[in-house]
């Protein structure tokens, strides 16, 4: 799913959510080896979010940066 689509399933402002902090803040690399791990606590106490949620923002954010680098 792209950001957008993450923003209205998360019911989510597009522009200051955790998926385009991850966007803006990290690389394809980045994002890989994150789904790799569990969901961050911090990251989810500190967006509000459940594990869920954080995996779908990284998702989100990995989608944008592949078509970004095409």
């Known amino acids: 799913m792209t950001i957008k689509e993450y923003c209205e399933k998360y019911n989510r402002p597009i522009d200051n ?3 385009a902090a991850c966007y ?3 690389s394809v ?3 890989e080896a994150a789904l790799g ?3 961050d606590a911090t990251d989810c106490k ?3 979010m459940c594990p869920g949620e954080w995996r779908d923002a990284i998702e ?3 989608t944008e940066l592949r078509c ?3």
């Open 24 to 26: 803006r803040d990290n």
């Open 60 to 62: 989100s954010a990995l």
């Open 17 to 19: 959510n955790f998926a």
């Open 37 to 39: 791990e569990s969901a």
């Open 68 to 70: 970004q680098t095409k």
């Open 46 to 48: 500190t967006w509000g």
């Open 29 to 31: 690399s980045d994002l």
